[in-house]
């Protein structure tokens, strides 16, 4: 039997990292679909590691490592493998699914990740990290995070610390002839929005004439707090999907455009 095409003549633009949209694009051209490559956001190493280096060193020092994002798993584990050990007693949690399947990859499969959405909010909720009374806590990061998770653990008696282990930037000098010759001629369907920077960024890169294309295209993101600055933005198509991942942004397109 083969597999419906359900995404068949639909160009979708993916706006992620360039080194984190192969499997989501992929997976819509598996569904028929064609993936529009545009990344709006740069992960680049930070310039001083020393840091970094001196905290693989001392990791036997905390109770809990807490990885916000894939790219801190990756950017946090390559240099730890190669400066020191990861503690087979230290306690790891992470945000989402992506972060806890990085960890997979590097060896480490007990991971404390959320029951719903996954985000620190979520996170927040577990039961496993309500009394962090004289518990250390390492919070790996991409340099100017959100403060919640590790504010809420201080104020649960925690101490902790952030280890800043990539850079995000908008991408300098982007063209956007060709995409905008493509948009303003309606063969751009949808939009898939991973992160409330990436949007801003995305915003900024097309400017006037791209933000009101924007505006009218239907945006795919993972998240309530992106979709609320969508909104702000005066997006009028947005849709939130109801599971974490590729997967979620795959099933939500296909529902969307089999309706």
């Not at 639909?10 to 080194?19: F, G, Q, Y």
């Not at 984190?20 to 028929?32: H, M, N, S, V, W």
């Not at 490592?65 to 894939?70: L, N």
Request: charged content about 20%; proline content about 4%.
């Amino acid at each position: 039997m083969t597999t419906p095409v359900r995404l068949a003549g639909i160009t979708i633009l993916v706006t992620r990292p360039i080194h984190q949209a192969a499997a989501l694009a992929e997976g819509i051209r598996a569904a028929g679909g064609n993936p529009y490559l545009f990344p709006v956001l740069e992960i680049t190493d930070i310039p001083d590691p020393t840091h970094l280096i001196e905290l693989a060193h001392r990791l036997d020092q905390f109770n809990w490592a807490i990885f916000v994002s894939p790219n801190a798993v990756e950017k946090a584990m390559n240099l730890i493998n190669k400066h020191g050990e990861f503690p087979i007693d230290l306690k790891v949690a992470a945000v989402g699914k992506g972060s806890a399947a990085a960890l997979k990859q590097h060896g480490i499969a007990d991971v404390l990740i959320p029951n719903d959405q996954f985000d620190s909010e979520s996170l927040l909720k577990s039961a496993d990290i309500q009394n962090m009374t004289n518990q250390r806590v390492v919070i790996f990061r991409g340099r100017g995070g959100r403060q919640l998770l590790g504010e809420t653990l201080s104020q649960r008696g925690a101490t902790v610390e952030y280890a800043e282990c990539y850079l995000r930037k908008k991408p300098s000098d982007m063209d956007t002839t060709t995409l905008m010759q493509v948009w303003s001629t309606g063969k751009i369907d949808a939009v898939i929005i991973t992160s409330s920077e990436g949007l801003h960024n995305l915003f900024d890169i097309i400017g006037t004439v791209g933000q009101q294309l924007l505006k009218n295209t239907p945006v795919f993101t993972v998240h309530a707090r992106i979709a609320q600055i969508a909104k702000e933005l005066g997006l009028k198509k947005i849709v939130q999907t109801t599971s974490d991942g590729d997967k979620g942004l795959l099933e939500s397109l296909k529902m969307y455009f089999d309706s």
